[in-house]
């Protein structure tokens, strides 16, 4: 099965500063790469995702970039905000159906 | 379109029962799979149902079992509940096709006592 890895699994920036997680996985077939969003005490939604085929991916501050010959992919979120504070959770998928397997999550808080 | 809808919201059980968690995906999306959410252990995949059909299962025992009706809602059962069932069990429907994007339910909170 495909081995997931997201580091870190915390992370303090002030507001405004950037923020990096990254996403190593080990299935080469993984073409899918999504990033999802948990507030606290809310359902998980997605943020962005890139297929294998693009290497970068923007809306607005946040963007994902891919290197699927190292096979990691990365959210970058700019000028952060305090409704940025919550667990970001990366979910590579490729090869079989909706069989998904998430990073364990990084907690990002933003300090005002 | 209403979103995924899980019932019921919360639900406080007794080592050795059983339960049922319901799911009803969004009009028109095939998939369902279910997750367990752990403070410790992340989301970690149950199984997904497509068409009635179960296509992948994660590393669950048997204890832990699915369906999925015609109108493509999804019930999950859990029978002979332990202490360690108690979690945050997700449901995410999807269209079904390869490397479509999840769209999560407000999950059932469950509790063992």
């Known amino acids: 099965g495909e081995n997931v890895e997201q580091h870190p699994s915390t992370l303090s920036v002030q507001e405004g500063d950037s923020a990096v997680i990254k996403c190593t996985y080990s299935d080469s077939a993984s073409n899918y790469f999504p990033w999802y969003k948990q507030e606290l005490g809310k359902r998980p939604q997605l943020i962005i995702d890139i297929r294998s085929n693009v290497g970068e991916k923007k809306d607005q501050r946040i963007a994902v970039t891919l290197n699927k010959t190292a096979k990691h992919f990365s959210l970058h979120i700019t000028e952060t905000q305090p409704e940025d504070s919550a667990v970001y959770f990366c979910?590579?998928?490729?090869?079989?159906?909706?069989?998904?397997?998430f990073g364990i999550g990084t907690k990002l808080q933003v300090i005002p | 379109k209403a979103g995924v809808t899980q019932t019921p919201r919360y639900l406080i059980k007794t080592r050795g029962q059983q339960v049922t968690l319901s799911c009803s995906p969004i009009s028109g999306h095939r998939s369902v799979s279910w997750y367990q959410q752990t403070p410790g252990q992340g989301l970690q995949f149950l199984f997904e149902y497509f068409s009635e059909t179960q296509r992948n299962k994660g590393n669950f025992p048997g204890r832990f079992s699915g369906r999925q009706f015609s109108n493509s809602r999804s019930e999950m059962n859990v029978s002979t509940l332990e202490l360690g069932d108690s979690a945050l069990y997700l449901c995410?429907?999807?269209?079904?096709?390869?490397?479509?994007?999840?769209?999560f339910g407000n999950g059932t909170r469950l509790t063992v006592t």
């Open positions: 979910a590579p998928q490729g090869g079989g159906y909706q069989k998904v397997t």
């Open positions: 995410a429907s999807s269209v079904g096709q390869v490397n479509s994007p999840l769209h």
